[in-house]
């Protein structure tokens, strides 16, 4: 599997998610402002997640700096670090697609928690306490998409055998 299988696959799990999301907001009475409004929230997370597969740091894609920067942000460049545990059999692994699938999957994941889950995680705290009901209602939105997103993601990517079988 190549970093370019992985981010194909990454996209199309996306693409049904967000198929699905259209799909019921489609079938949502037009007076349901608010479910309305809780789907187009959904269906924008799912669009900028997309995005964030997506990242062309380079051209032509998938040269050495695209897969350079991928590690930076993965072992290097965070807040939180959440592939931390895998730097050892990174640094060991030896076949370079293996190395390229996980960048693409950790990269992924690892933007969407910096990017948008992690914030709106804290957010969500802080709307609680003030008692800021469109906040929650956003946050919550927001939150319950990505985890689903990254819960399919993650289902595929132990489907495939993670970094045994990257």
């Known amino acids: 599997m190549t970093g370019q299988d992985v981010e194909r696959e990454l996209l199309l799990i996306a693409e049904k998610l967000r198929s699905k999301t259209s799909d019921a907001m489609s079938k949502v009475d037009a007076r349901q402002k608010t479910a309305i409004k809780a789907y ?7 669009e900028q997640s997309q995005k964030m597969v997506n990242m062309s740091f380079s051209q032509p894609p998938y040269g050495e700096k695209y897969y350079s920067l991928r590690e930076n942000r993965v072992f290097r460049n965070s807040r939180k670090m959440y592939f931390s545990e895998y730097k050892t059999w990174y640094d060991n692994e030896s076949d370079v697609d293996r190395k390229e699938a996980f960048l693409v999957y950790a990269h992924a ?4 928690h910096s990017a948008f889950l992690d914030h709106r995680v804290e957010e969500l705290e802080l709307a609680k306490l003030s008692n800021s009901v469109e906040a929650i209602f956003e946050c919550s939105i927001i939150i319950d998409t990505l985890t689903e997103l990254l819960s399919e993601w993650d289902k595929w990517w132990q489907s495939v055998g993670g970094v045994n079988n990257a």
């Open 109 to 112: 994941v690892q933007m969407i």
């Open 40 to 46: 187009k929230i959904s269906l924008s997370m799912i």
